[in-house]
């Protein structure tokens, strides 16, 4: 088994779409789209892991807890009277998947906390270790301020002795400014690990057979 834990800078800089990207050019294997905490739906409305399974048409999709106010998922337990199951109860969950390849799909950053017992995406997927390989993908930004921010990411990252795979550039603008195309060549110098997509500004909106057959070049960097 193989789990791809796909964190950020950030909330909003792209993480569902790099999920959707990244479930196109595993789809082939086998693999299941996880969500462990999903904040900011209600009743029957559409999470992450739907709109990851409507771009990429993966049909295995889960989320594990659902809360309703658009928080950190701590801040939005603590406010519905909710604990949050821990993060080593999600794990078990996680690995009780029978996909080749399983994309775990977390909350803001790395260090927003996914239960109330203070938790964290990289604590899950240290956790799942026991179970199979484990990579983290960082979803980033392209312009100003991305160095710091992808820096301090990939290092709480690798302090938990956990390997990073590689970055994605969630927005890719069309017409890069002189930010982002020195970004481009700093970011992998100044982390260690490469870039191994960009994603184009505003294909989340895409028709999803447009988007899956594009999905495969935007990792051709």
Same mark, same amino acid.
């Given at each position: 088994?193989?789990y791809?834990?796909?964190?950020g800078?950030?909330?909003?800089?792209?993480?569902?779409?790099?999920t959707?990207?990244?479930?196109?050019?595993?789809?082939?294997?086998?693999?299941?789209?996880?969500?462990?905490?999903?904040?900011?739906?209600?009743?029957?409305?559409?999470?992450?892991?739907?709109?990851?399974?409507?771009l990429?048409?993966? *049909?295995? +999709?889960?989320?594990?807890?659902?809360?309703?106010?658009?928080?950190?998922?701590?801040?939005?337990?603590?406010r519905?009277?909710?604990?949050?199951?821990?993060?080593?109860?999600?794990?078990?969950?996680?690995?009780?998947?029978?996909?080749?390849?399983?994309?775990?799909?977390?909350?803001?950053?790395v260090?927003?906390?996914?239960?109330?017992?203070?938790?964290?995406?990289?604590?899950?997927?240290? *956790?799942?270790?026991?179970?199979?390989?484990?990579? +983290?993908?960082?979803?980033?930004r *392209?312009g100003?301020?991305t160095?710091?921010?992808?820096e301090?990411?990939?290092?709480?990252?690798?302090?938990?002795?956990?390997?990073?795979?590689?970055?994605?550039?969630?927005?890719?603008?069309?017409?890069?400014?002189?930010?982002?195309?020195?970004?481009?060549?700093?970011?992998?110098?100044?982390?260690? +690990?490469?870039v191994?997509a960009?994603?184009?500004?505003?294909?989340?909106?895409?028709?999803?057979?447009?988007?899956?057959?594009?999905?495969?070049d935007?990792?051709?960097?």
């Amino acid at each position: 088994m193989t789990y791809v834990v796909v964190t950020g800078t950030d909330t909003g800089v792209g993480k569902t779409v790099a999920t959707a990207a990244l479930a196109v050019i595993a789809a082939p294997g086998g693999v299941a789209v996880v969500k462990p905490v999903q904040t900011g739906v209600s009743g029957e409305e559409p999470g992450d892991v739907h709109e990851v399974s409507r771009l990429s048409g993966v *049909a295995e +999709v889960h989320e594990l807890v659902r809360l309703a106010e658009p928080l950190a998922p701590e801040s939005a337990a603590h406010r519905a009277g909710t604990r949050l199951p821990p993060v080593v109860e999600l794990a078990d969950r996680i690995a009780a998947l029978s996909a080749a390849m399983v994309l775990v799909e977390g909350a803001g950053g790395v260090r927003v906390r996914l239960d109330t017992d203070g938790g964290t995406i990289l604590d899950l997927a240290v *956790a799942l270790r026991s179970s199979g390989e484990v990579e +983290v993908v960082v979803v980033t930004r *392209a312009g100003l301020g991305t160095l710091n921010h992808t820096e301090l990411t990939v290092a709480a990252v690798r302090a938990a002795g956990l390997p990073v795979r590689g970055l994605i550039i969630g927005f890719w603008p069309g017409r890069p400014d002189l930010a982002a195309q020195c970004n481009r060549d700093d970011l992998p110098r100044l982390t260690g +690990v490469p870039v191994l997509a960009l994603l184009p500004k505003g294909c989340g909106g895409w028709q999803p057979e447009a988007f899956r057959a594009s999905a495969p070049d935007w990792f051709a960097v």
